[in-house]
């Protein structure tokens, strides 16, 4: 998969990309990185990238003028990327949502900034929002790179044992059905008065992965209601 991030502060890519899981995956080009500056693209003497809103309101907006010319230069690289805003008003991002984006060997990321981007540019380049969640960033930087991490993991070859993804939360198609994930234990087998529960070195696999349900049932009862749906 090929990402080009456009953002205004190219120097926080890949930031904690570069390391662990997708760092790896990085240098063993399972993935790739380019990076646009949206300042290049600014205007006047002191490259404006944003201006005040129509209508009145407080903040500034990302001009249409700056960010169409910076798509369409991404576009000339990688003419079949999906391109991608993070935005509070967008689909919010669960692992069904980042499956999709790995579906796409070329993608593009606009990392807004101030209030927001200008709202042609959404519709012009057919770009779909999404959210990480309910509440606000300073710009969409740290939103793409949870956007990314999510995706990239779920890449063929990053992870060693792809069957490890099967036991995780929200895993649509795993062993718990999207459910949140029970609790976990390793050595010591006791700690400061607390043991694993026997049931886990029963060595009973079945046993063992009916306890797992129904921790995982209890846990996303009483913590993701709404998951049960």
Known sequence: MHVTILTLFPEMFPGPLQYSLAGQAL????WSLDLV???DFGLAKHKNVDDEPYGGGN?????????????EYALQKKPNSKIYYPSPRGKRLNQ???RDIIKDSEIIIICGRFEGIDERIIDEYNVLEISVGDYILSGGEIAALAILDSSIRLL???????DSLLTESFEPNGEFSGLLEGPLYTR???WRG??????LISGNHKTIKDWQREQSLLITKARRPDLLK
């Open 188 to 190: 010591p087998s006791e």
């Open 96 to 98: 069904v949502v980042a």
């Open 59 to 71: 903040g500034l907006i990302m001009r249409a003028d700056v960010l169409g010319p910076a798509v």
């Open 37 to 39: 500056n949206l300042r």
């Open 27 to 30: 240098k063993n080009n399972i």
């Open 156 to 162: 063929q070859g990053v992870l060693a044992n792809q």
């Open 194 to 199: 607390r043991k694993v529960p026997e049931v």
